[in-house]
């Protein structure tokens, strides 16, 4: 029997239709991940065109001299930010980490410190908690940046030590729980003149500086900029 595979595809969407991400709304068939209100109205960071100005450089001061910058929400708890964030590193949505990515790079095209750019360097996992998960969420969102900028991913950190949860923790108590856990893989990272670093979530930037801090042991001495997923709405 010859099986109509888009009539079966409209029956499973009626069985399990397909809801927002962010809102739980249902999807109409031109919309995917997001509904078309929260597509374009979900808090956004809008950190990347002014360098002077940028709250994650004003953040991180003193502890990563941070050149350029870029985030694409704000992020608070129990929004849609938050389920956005969830989904990806939770229920399987590295594809959604990617096409995040494609949006924050097309609004990056813009911006002048994008340009001399040597590529995007992931914030890693250790490969316990990569297996778990299966992928590594910022490396997938490092893609979809990658894709539209054309720029290289460049996995050039381990990280060495397990590390629990950052979610709960108070600032000290990140650092304390993430410094010294993170090693450089590649030994050509004294060449590299500008490198991207790229996570999923700003809260404290412990996590930043902790890798920052590693890629200049190693011998990077070139600009830093910061790309996030999201940005904590209490730094602003």
């Not at 708890?77 to 995040?100: P, R, T």
């Not at 490092?142 to 108070?170: E, F, H, R, W």
Request: charged content about 25%.
């Amino acid at each position: 029997m010859k099986i109509d595979f888009d009539i079966l595809k409209d029956f499973l969407e009626i069985v399990y239709p397909k809801v927002c991400i962010a809102c739980n709304v249902g999807l109409f068939k031109h919309e995917t991940y997001l509904c078309t209100k929260c597509r374009y109205t979900l808090p956004r960071a809008n950190v990347h065109q002014d360098i002077e100005k940028s709250i994650i450089r004003k953040t991180l001061y003193g502890r990563i001299p941070v050149f350029g910058s870029a985030a694409y929400y704000l992020f608070s708890k129990k929004s849609g930010v938050q389920h956005i964030l969830h989904h990806i590193k939770y229920k399987q949505g590295k594809d959604l980490a990617v096409q995040v990515g494609k949006w924050m790079a097309m609004e990056l095209l813009t911006t002048e410190w994008i340009k001399d750019l040597d590529g995007f360097v992931p914030i890693p996992l250790h490969p316990k908690k990569q297996l778990e998960r299966g992928y590594n969420q910022s490396e997938e969102y490092c893609k979809g940046l990658a894709n539209i900028v054309n720029k290289p991913v460049l996995n050039m950190l381990k990280k060495d030590i397990y590390t629990s949860t950052q979610t709960k923790k108070k600032r000290m108590e990140r650092w304390e729980n993430i410094k010294n856990t993170f090693g450089a893989t590649n030994e050509s990272v004294h060449s590299l003149q500008h490198i991207a670093l790229v996570d999923d979530v700003m809260t404290t930037g412990a996590t930043l500086e902790a890798a920052y801090l590693s890629l200049k042991n190693a011998g990077f001495n070139g600009k830093v900029s910061i790309v996030t997923i999201a940005l904590a709405t209490h730094l602003i």
